[in-house]
Structure formats: structure tokens, C-alpha cells
């Protein structure tokens, strides 16, 4: 009986600390959250890109990609040299390729033009679908609206403005999400997790301006030695189906920095590799797209001013090769 | 599931409370049904055979031993024990390795998935090897009941990264009656809540600054290089110790004590004092079950047998975490370096004297420095491998290029000062003990609520969670 009783009061005390403790957690995090960063997150950035592609009229031109077409492609000139409607579907890699096509595929229509330029990322280790905080906000939502490098302030926007299942997720969105919110908040961080919404133009590139420096330090990203064939499998699969719609669907390298090709020169000539094999159309190779270190903007993907016009240059060389002079390229 | 993980900390209380309103007689079927239920979480179902056929073969043969006084037969059964466990280790852990060996050296094409987990396996593998040995010797007495057996197996507190546990010490435990105890009970969820402490706050923390150098470390050189590899030594351990502790804290909620394996490491003032020090119960089966047979079979040798043992054992240490050269180099520089000190410790006094060293303080910062140098150059190779490790080694002393320390704040600011915080703290405990006693006194007193409900505070506000892609680094051997 005194054992029970021990237990019992042992089992009171943690239930009673385990209140507090979400009780001062929920305030902290409350009190802390700048609503303002929601601005400057990839969430309603993707909101304008998916009206973009809704509302732009067939036949057009869609770039499918991750950050390095949003840091490295001038759209305008590529519309102006086509005389085609340019979208820029691109926000960040991280957020899949899966993802990447699943959300351009019911916008796309026949006579479109779809380029994928995903990241060499995308094809090796687990990297298809992104990572776990897109997953959990695909999971939460229903869909795959939520961004993720800064994921919980936007889910908690967006579920109490939509109202939606949040009793249902709320402890696990509190273990998964909310400290690295909250740290951030505390800690008073300024860095930007994305651009703010001014910074896209009509075509969803990211223009820099010039009181933005180029940073002084390139982010580099490891990368894993094994091809993931299910990536491989899933961009073949996207191609023909879309071929069948009569929608053209080529592929193309990113922008990399030539320094961190030379280093991963044997896993991306297999990535490249392997995606020849796989029947997809390639009007590039990666040699087309790398790029000095002056050319770079703040990773290995990112390309500055100057890189983004060297590189829209090659992009219209290409296309302009592959539809057989139907596309003159810039003089 | 890993320790760090959401579903683990809703596993856990659930097992205990189904424990603690389960009669003594079934308790072992519980918990053997948890722990295998816990190794199916990993979604390798040839993982829980593993685990069951090398339980079964050493339970069998363990029987068969005591059944035979001595002679031919028994050693055979021991023999047959020894080599099942030992090939269901290489073909599971080396397999891919020895397949690319082969593809390599000749035309045929055989491909081994590099997916193959074997998580625990090389764990419970060490388990049975001394569980038979000890019967064989008998210095153990086999355990009859089958499922007592393989609870000792597969326990989940320690299945998947130890403690290495031995049966005399582990069996009569579990047999133990449970009875609760609420002050065994605070210390076990004390552990436990330091252990996840560790883990997310400090380890996974140091884990960025090592990350951003090792996975790139063609990228640097110098000062960038020497930050990363002590970020490295202070991430493998911590890492390592807070499994431990989060292992020893969930054993120690079922009234089972698992074995400290980790006593302050890096304050070693020797080699040979770190690996008493270090993965103890690993370290521990090392010298039991592999020096000390080597060491006496060529005692006639004299030093110089001493000294192979310790190369050999610890190449074996090296090639038991993988087959991959890195960690083999690892192994034979411990072995090397341990070797060498077989030679110089006759000698280490009159060393001492002529340069006017004394017994103190000083001398044993200096030695202490020297270790932990030595463990974390040696460190190297087992983070990066041999190709890497080569270049890190070529290269952490060239300063000549310009050295851009802006890869400190990568991780970002608060990383850096959370970090500050906590290793600053922790070098002023080492300093002045006392410390650390009214840090003791603070968790025992009358305010000791308060200390929980700030440590817990502390882990949700500053932890790193980020899911399964946070794995422990000894999840992987």
C-alpha cells in the first residue's frame, strides 16, 4: 500500500511539473513569435508561385528546381527570348523533388515546356522527399504547402488561421518544432530564413540588390556516395507521363560551383549517368553550368548578378539547341 | 525508434507502467516483448531473427557445455557457439565490405546492398561470445530458463549500443523481484533526462561545427581543421555517453543497474588510463576475452608479446566498429601508441627527472593534455577515414592559407553561445570540484523541483530535434 502510495505521488509530482512546463513553454512561445517572419518564409512565396502557374496561360515555359534557379535564372530574358511565358517554380532544394514535381503537375497543360533543374542533392541519399519537416506539415496539412526550413511558425499561422486538425498534432508539432522557434526568438536571430516576398519578381526569381553583398563565406553541402534510384525512377516517370500529354519535359544541371565539382567530380558524372539511362531528355551536361567562385552568391548553388546572367546565357543556348533554332539566343 | 526520438519517450512509460501492474513471475515476458517489439521498430525483421537464432545457439550450447564435464565435446560445443555468433556477424556487418573487396579484385559482379542495418548486432554478438566463454571456463553457471536468456540478449536499454553486459552480473537481475522505490525511481529519470540533455543540447549541438568541417575537410586547412576534430572528440563522446546514461536510466527504472561505461575519459593521463575510462564494458570484454588470452599465450615473448596483444586487439577493436580502413587505422594507432607504451612506462620516472618533471598538478594537466591530443588526432581517422584522414593530418597544421573562421557561426550565433555556456561551465566544474557537489546538493535539496523543471526547460528550449535523421554515432556499429 505504501509502495502504491509512493508511485501515486511520484505519478502527481511529474504530472504537475509536466503542466508547468508546457504551460511555460506555450507562453514563451507565444509571447516570442515575431508574426512578421512569416513574411519571410518560403510559405507565401509558394502561395504566389502556385497562382503564377494557375494563372499563366499555355503554352509556357516552367523551371522546376530548388534554389539554384531562384539565385541563378533572369526569366524576363528568357521570356523575351522565347516570346514565351517564363515561371520560376523554384524556392529552396530542400524541399524535395518529389515535391518539386508533385506541385507543378496539375498546372501543367499541353504545348507546356517543363525544365527541371533539381540539385545534384536530389538524386543521392534520402533526399527525394525532402526532409522531415516537410513530411510532418504534408502530414499536418494534407498537402505539401508548408516550407520547412523554418517550418513552426508557419504551421501554427497557417493552422490557426485555417483552422484546421491542430488538437490533433499539437504535441508533436511542440516536441518537433516549436524549441527551434523559440530559441530563435529568445536569442534574437537576425538571419533571414527566406527572401521576403518583395525581393521575387513577376517570374518567382529572386532579384538581389545592390546593398546586398555577396557573402564572404560559400555554403558547402556534403554529399552522399549513393544514387538514389527511387529520385531517378520518379523523374522518368514524371517525363512520360507528361509526354503522353503532350508536354515536353526537358532536363538540365544546376549552377554549381566549379570548385566543388572538381571534389565531387565522380558521384555527379554517375548522377548524370544515371539519368541518361533512365530515357530522360538532357539538353545539358554539368560542365555547361559551373562557375568560379567570383560568380558565386552564398552557396555552392547560388549564383550572384553576374553569375545569373552568365548562366541564363547558356540556358537559352541550350534550349535554343534543343528546339532547333526555334529560340534565338541572346546576341 | 532511438532514444531520442518522440515514440521512445512514449514507449518507455507505457512499458513501465504495463510493468510495474504486472506480476513479478511475468515481468521477463513483458519486458522480452518490449525489447523485441523495440528491435522491430527498425523495420528489419532479419534483424530480430539474428537476434533470436544467436540467442537460441548460445542458449543451446551454453546447456550442452554443463552438460559435458570436459573434454573434446565440450570444446566442440563452445567452438560451434563461438564461430554461429562470430559468422552472423561478418556476413551481416562485413558482407557488403568483403563484396566490393571482391568486386574489386576480380571481374565478378556481386552486389551487396551497403543498406543492410546491423544495428545492435555487433553489441549482442560480444554479449554471447563472453556469455559462452564464461560458461566454457566455467566461471559462469548457464542460465535454464530460456526466456530469462533471451531477455539477458535482447534487453532494449542496452541492445542496441550496451553496455556489454555479462551474464552473472545481468541474469540475477532480471530474475530480481521489482518492488517500486521512489528513490530509484528519481535517479532513474534523472539519468535519463541527463542523458537526453546531453544528447540534444550538447552533442548534437557540436555535431553542426564537426559536420560543417569533416564533411568538407578539402575545403580547409589549419585552425578550421583542429576546431572541427575536438569538435568531433567532444561530439563521440557525449554522444556516446548520453546513450549510456539514457540506457542505464531506463534500465535502472526496471530495477536493473547496467554498468557505468564511461568515467571522464578525456581526464585520462595516460592511453592506457583512457581505455579504462572509455566504452568500459567494451574495453572491459576487450581485455577479458582477447588481451589477456593473447598476453598469455605469448608470455614467453615477454614485453614483446604484451605488445603484440595490444596491436592485435586492437586492430580487432578497430575492425569490430567496421571493416572500413579508417577505423582499422584507428584501432592499430591505440594499439600502436599502447604498445609503445609497454617500452617507455619502465622508463617514465628517470624521464620525469631529467627534465625536472614532478609528481603534481601540473604534470598531470600536462598528461592529461597529451592524451586527449593523441585520442582526438587518432579520432581522425575514425571520423574521416583513411583518405581524408590523411589530408586532415597533411593539412591541420598549414596555416599558411587565410584562415576565414566564419564557419564558426555557421550553425548560427545562439549555437555558438550555447556551446560557450555549457563547455565554459563544465571547465570551471573540472577546476573546482566543488562545483559540481552543489550542482549534487541543488538536485537533492528542497529546491530540487525547481533544478528539474529548469533542466527539462532547458532541453526544450536550447535541444536539437531534428527526428530520425539524429541518429546516435554507435547506432551505426
Known amino acids: 500500500m505504501v509502495i502504491f502510495k509512493n508511485a501515486a505521488t511520484m505519478l502527481i509530482k511529474l504530472l504537475l511539473l509536466s503542466t508547468v512546463v508546457a504551460t511555460t513553454y506555450l507562453l514563451l512561445f507565444f509571447y516570442s513569435y515575431d508574426y512578421e517572419k512569416y513574411n519571410y518564409s518560403y510559405y507565401p512565396a509558394l502561395l504566389n508561385k502556385i497562382s503564377l502557374i494557375e494563372n499563366t496561360p499555355s503554352p509556357k515555359i516552367i523551371f522546376v528546381g530548388g534554389s539554384n534557379i531562384v539565385y541563378g535564372l533572369d526569366s524576363d530574358l528568357i521570356s523575351r527570348k522565347t516570346g514565351l511565358p517564363v515561371i520560376n517554380m523554384g524556392l529552396t532544394a530542400a524541399l524535395g523533388l518529389k515535391f518539386m514535381l508533385d506541385q507543378v503537375k496539375p498546372y501543367l497543360k499541353r504545348n507546356d515546356l517543363v525544365v527541371i533543374v533539381p540539385e545534384y542533392h536530389h538524386f543521392v541519399g534520402n533526399f527525394l522527399c525532402g526532409n522531415n519537416e516537410l513530411l510532418l506539415a504534408s502530414e499536418i496539412l494534407g498537402d505539401y504547402s508548408m516550407a520547412l526550413t523554418h517550418p513552426a511558425p508557419e504551421i501554427i499561422y497557417y493552422l490557426l488561421e485555417q483552422n484546421k486538425r491542430i488538437q490533433g498534432y499539437i504535441f508533436t508539432i511542440a516536441i518537433k518544432c516549436l524549441p527551434k522557434a523559440i530559441e530563435k526568438s529568445l536569442l534574437v536571430i537576425t538571419d533571414n530564413p527566406s527572401s521576403p516576398l518583395t525581393q521575387y519578381n513577376s517570374h518567382g526569381d529572386i532579384i538581389l540588390h545592390d546593398n546586398e553583398k555577396k557573402q564572404k563565406h560559400i555554403d558547402s553541402y556534403p554529399i552522399d556516395g549513393k544514387i538514389n534510384n527511387a529520385s531517378i525512377k520518379y523523374l522518368a516517370d514524371f517525363s ?35 539519368i541518361k539511362n533512365a530515357g530522360i531528355t538532357i539538353i545539358s551536361s554539368p560542365e555547361d553550368f559551373l562557375y568560379d567562385d567570383g560568380d558565386m552568391y552564398d552557396t555552392i548553388y547560388h549564383l550572384d548578378e553576374k553569375g545569373k546572367k552568365i548562366r541564363t ?16 539566343a541572346r546576341p | 525508434m532511438t532514444f531520442n526520438s518522440l515514440s521512445y519517450f512514449l514507449f518507455l512509460p507505457a512499458i513501465y507502467l504495463a510493468f510495474y501492474f504486472t506480476p513479478d513471475r ?30 537460441a545457439i548460445s542458449y543451446l550450447c551454453g546447456l550442452r557445455m554443463a552438460a559435458l564435464p570436459s573434454g573434446i565435446r565440450r570444446k566442440l560445443w563452445y567452438v560451434n557457439g563461438v564461430t554461429a555468433a562470430v559468422a552472423t556477424l561478418v556476413l551481416l556487418k562485413y558482407l557488403p565490405f568483403l563484396g566490393a573487396g571482391v568486386n574489386k579484385i576480380g571481374t565478378l559482379n556481386i552486389t551487396i546492398s551497403n543498406a543492410i542495418i546491423f544495428t545492435g548486432v555487433s553489441f549482442f554478438t560480444l554479449q554471447s561470445l563472453s556469455y559462452l566463454t564464461d560458461v566454457y571456463l566455467n566461471s559462469e553457471e548457464p542460465e535454464r530458463h530460456f526466456g530469462y536468456f533471451a531477455l539477458y540478449m535482447a534487453f532494449f536499454p542496452k541492445l542496441l549500443q550496451g553496455p556489454i553486459e555479462r551474464g552473472r552480473e545481468l541474469l540475477p537481475q532480471l530474475k530480481k523481484p521489482y518492488t517500486f522505490d521512489y528513490g530509484n525511481t528519481r535517479s532513474a529519470l534523472l539519468l535519463l533526462t541527463c542523458g537526453l540533455f546531453k544528447k540534444v543540447v550538447v552533442a548534437d549541438r557540436v555535431t553542426l561545427y564537426a559536420d560543417v568541417i569533416y564533411n568538407n575537410v578539402h575545403a580547409y586547412t589549419g585552425l578550421p581543421l583542429i576546431i572541427g576534430t575536438y569538435a568531433f572528440a567532444l561530439q563521440i563522446y557525449y554522444d556516446f555517453a548520453s546513450y549510456t546514461d539514457m540506457a542505464r536510466g531506463a534500465g535502472r527504472l526496471f530495477g536493473i543497474d547496467l554498468m557505468e561505461n564511461f568515467n571522464k575519459p578525456y581526464r585520462a593521463t595516460s592511453l592506457a588510463d583512457f581505455w579504462r575510462r572509455w566504452h568500459i564494458s567494451f574495453s572491459r570484454w576487450l581485455r577479458d576475452y582477447l588481451f589477456i588470452p593473447l598476453q598469455m599465450s605469448w608470455r614467453d615473448w615477454g614485453q614483446a608479446g604484451t605488445a603484440a596483444a595490444l596491436i592485435i586487439t586492437f586492430l580487432v577493436s578497430g575492425i569490430w566498429h567496421d571493416a572500413s580502413s579508417g577505423f582499422i587505422i584507428w584501432g592499430g594507432l591505440h594499439g600502436t601508441f599502447l604498445a609503445a607504451s609497454t617500452y617507455y612506462r619502465p622508463h617514465q620516472k628517470r624521464i620525469h627527472a631529467l627534465f625536472g618533471l614532478k609528481k603534481g598538478q601540473l604534470l598531470t594537466c600536462w598528461q592529461t593534455f597529451v592524451t586527449f591530443n593523441i585520442v582526438a588526432l587518432t579520432w581522425i581517422f575514425f571520423r574521416a577515414g583513411l583518405t581524408d584522414g590523411l589530408y586532415v593530418l597533411r593539412n591541420i597544421f598549414n596555416f599558411n592559407g587565410a584562415t576565414d573562421l566564419c564557419f564558426i557561426l555557421l550553425p548560427g550565433k545562439p549555437n555558438f553561445i550555447i556551446l560557450l555556456t555549457f563547455f565554459t561551465l563544465s571547465g570551471i566544474a573540472a577546476i573546482l570540484p566543488q562545483l559540481s557537489v552543489y550542482v549534487k546538493i541543488a538536485f537533492d535539496g528542497r529546491f530540487r523541483w525547481l533544478c528539474y523543471y529548469l533542466l527539462v526547460m532547458l532541453i526544450l528550449v536550447y535541444g536539437v530535434f531534428l527526428g530520425s535523421k539524429q541518429m546516435f554515432i554507435y547506432g551505426n556499429f
Open chain 1, 313 to 328: 546565357d547558356m540556358v537559352l543556348v541550350k534550349l535554343n539547341n534543343f528546339t532547333h533554332n526555334s529560340i534565338p
Open chain 1, 240 to 274: 512520360s507521363d507528361n509526354k503522353t500529354k503532350n508536354i515536353t519535359t526537358l532536363f538540365m544541371f544546376p549552377a554549381l560551383q566549379k570548385k566543388y565539382y572538381m571534389i565531387h567530380k565522380d558521384i555527379i558524372q554517375k548522377i548524370a549517368c544515371a
Open chain 2, 26 to 55: 511475468w515481468r521477463w515476458l513483458l519486458l522480452l516483448s518490449a525489447s523485441y517489439g523495440f528491435y522491430a521498430t527498425f523495420k528489419a525483421p532479419y534483424l530480430l531473427a539474428v537476434l533470436f537464432l544467436t540467442t
